[in-house]
C-alpha cells in the first residue's frame, strides 16, 4: 500500500512563497515526489506511519508535518545537491549535506512525536 505523503502540496507552496495551487506540470510532479521520499524518511526515523485506518488520513502532529514541509522544501529548492558554487569573483559554500536528510534537530523532532 503506497502511504499519502505527511503534508499537502498546499503546507509545500506556502514554505515556497508561491501561490495555492500555482504549481503544476513538472515542477508539481517535483514538489510530490519532494514530500513522497522526505515523508518515507521521517516514517522510517520514526518508525511509525501516522495514517489513519481508512489509510488516507494524516494523523502525524503539527511538528512533524513541519519537519516534512522544511525537508521537502530544502530538497526541492537544491534537487541537484550543490554545496558550492562560483561566477567570477563570487563564490558560494553550503554547510553540511546535500540531498535528502533530516539535521540532527529535525530528527529529534521526529523521534520525541513518535
Same mark, same amino acid.
Given at each position: 500500500?503506497?502511504?499519502?505523503?505527511?503534508?499537502?502540496?498546499?503546507?509545500?507552496?506556502?514554505?515556497?512563497? #508561491?501561490?495555492?495551487?500555482?504549481?503544476?506540470?513538472? #515542477?508539481?510532479?517535483?514538489?510530490?515526489?519532494?514530500?513522497?521520499?522526505?515523508?518515507?524518511?521521517?516514517?522510517?526515523?520514526?518508525?511509525?506511519?501516522?495514517?489513519?485506518?481508512?489509510?488516507?488520513?494524516?494523523?502525524?502532529?503539527?511538528?512533524?508535518?513541519?519537519?516534512?514541509?522544511?525537508?521537502?522544501?530544502?530538497?526541492?529548492?537544491?534537487?541537484?545537491?550543490?554545496?558550492?558554487?562560483?561566477?567570477?569573483?563570487?563564490?558560494?559554500?553550503?554547510?553540511?549535506?546535500?540531498?535528502?536528510?533530516?539535521?540532527?534537530?529535525?530528527?529529534?523532532?521526529?523521534?520525541?512525536?513518535?
Amino acid at each position: 500500500m503506497t502511504l499519502p505523503p505527511l503534508a499537502p502540496v498546499s503546507a509545500l507552496e506556502v514554505r515556497l512563497e #508561491v501561490a495555492a495551487g500555482s504549481l503544476t506540470g513538472a #515542477v508539481l510532479l517535483r514538489a510530490e515526489a519532494c514530500l513522497d521520499d522526505t515523508s518515507a524518511l521521517i516514517r522510517d526515523e520514526a518508525g511509525k506511519d501516522w495514517v489513519a485506518l481508512d489509510g488516507v488520513t494524516i494523523t502525524a502532529p503539527a511538528a512533524v508535518v513541519v519537519v516534512t514541509t522544511q525537508v521537502a522544501k530544502r530538497t526541492s529548492s537544491n534537487p541537484d545537491g550543490f554545496t558550492s558554487e562560483s561566477v567570477g569573483d563570487y563564490s558560494w559554500q553550503a554547510n553540511g549535506a546535500a540531498g535528502l536528510y533530516l539535521t540532527a534537530g529535525e530528527a529529534r523532532i521526529v523521534r520525541r512525536a513518535a
